[in-house]
């Protein structure tokens, strides 16, 4: 797939999937033998649902602003900031009721125009910070 095509796939993904909860697109956008590597174990198709349906409960008002979006080849960076309300249980911390920005990169390898991996990393030092877990400084 050329690397516009790759590019418009993961928007699908973050945009559809992620923040609008269209969870029937994951059998159009993942491949069967999804790996998401964004947790200390990879996870596959079933573990990435049950991350979005928590982040949902957690921050029903999150939104997201793609920053950089960079591809070559089978590959796309995503740099986002996501924004939420925090309202329900989420990594083991009860809701706080404050608003978080968080800043993250998702990487992902696509084959037969599908996404077949996914690495996400964010700061989660600041996000317990905003949360007011660990002490600001």
Not at 47 to 76: C, N, S
Not at 105 to 133: C, H, P, S
Request: glycine share 10%; net charge negative.
């Amino acid at each position: 797939m050329p690397v516009e095509q790759n590019k418009a796939l993961l928007v699908r993904l973050l945009e559809e999937v992620v923040v609008g909860g269209d969870f029937e697109l994951m059998d159009q956008l993942l491949a069967p033998d999804f790996v998401d590597h964004g947790r200390s174990q990879a996870g596959g198709f079933e573990t990435f649902r049950k991350e979005i349906q928590t982040l949902h409960t957690a921050f029903p008002d999150m939104t997201l602003k793609i920053l950089h979006l960079l591809a070559e080849g089978d590959t796309v960076v995503a740099h986002l900031e996501s924004e939420g309300t925090h309202h329900g249980s989420f990594q083991g911390i009860r809701a706080t009721g404050r608003r978080v920005s968080l800043p993250s990169i998702t990487i992902v390898r696509i084959t037969n125009g599908k996404v077949a991996e996914r690495w996400n990393v964010f700061d989660r030092y600041a996000y317990l910070q905003q949360l007011g877990v660990i002490p600001a400084g």
